[in-house]
């Protein structure tokens, strides 16, 4: 049974990322989905890793602000001056038939820290929400102040599935407008803007 519904995720969790396409027969499988039972699977771990886009670093460090990542998260600096974050899957749950529905926990986080004056940021907590297409952080370490820190597009993402687990990778990564507000307010810098592209993430998930 286990196995079965591990198979069962492989093939759903695809599906989550999968825009449908139109007409009367996304609609008749929408209505064959609808009627099927709703299964969840515990996620067991993995890594999320964003790698940010070209001249992203260079603009935050020129208002100022330099970007680390907080344990047990980690930073690598990579060609051209692009960093590259990756955050341990902490567990999460994910629905392995359609509708998409499920989420993804991590641990660490990453702290923007403004050189003179300062003061720091720290968004952490990371959590993906496959139906809404987003991820949410709280801020500086308070459960009440989560909010939608990334949009998350997957347009051009791609897909490896396998028996124990799944790989999406070329994830678009978006801030939100609610977070640039946030972040531009707290470091007293008119750095970021909503919509703003801040680089791509790539997901291993252990199922």
């Not at 599906?15 to 699977?41: C, E, Q, Y």
Request: glycine share 10%; hydrophobic share 45%; no cysteine.
């Amino acid at each position: 049974m286990r196995r079965f519904l591990r198979v069962a995720a492989v093939t759903a969790t695809v599906g989550l990322f999968l825009v449908p396409a139109a007409g009367a027969a996304s609609a008749a499988a929408a209505a064959t989905h609808s009627k099927a039972p709703h299964f969840h699977v515990p996620v067991r771990g993995g890594t999320s890793s964003i790698t940010t886009k070209l001249g992203v670093v260079e603009a935050v460090l020129a208002a100022g602000v330099a970007p680390f990542t907080t344990a047990p998260a980690s930073e690598a600096l990579l060609s051209r001056g692009r960093l590259r974050f990756t955050f341990p899957v902490s567990g999460g749950s994910i629905q392995t038939t359609l509708p998409p529905n499920g989420h993804v926990n991590h641990r660490g986080g990453i702290k923007l820290f403004k050189l003179t004056g300062g003061t720091a940021v720290k968004i952490s907590n990371f959590n993906i929400n496959l139906a809404a297409r987003s991820l949410t952080g709280i801020l500086n370490n308070n459960p009440a102040a989560r909010i939608k820190i990334f949009s998350l597009g997957l347009l051009h993402a791609n897909f490896n599935p396998g028996v124990h687990s799944i790989t999406v990778s070329n994830i678009t990564v978006s801030l939100t407008g609610a977070a640039a507000n946030a972040l531009n307010s707290a470091l007293g810098v008119p750095l970021f803007h909503g919509g703003q592209v801040i680089g791509i993430m790539k997901t291993h998930v252990v199922i």
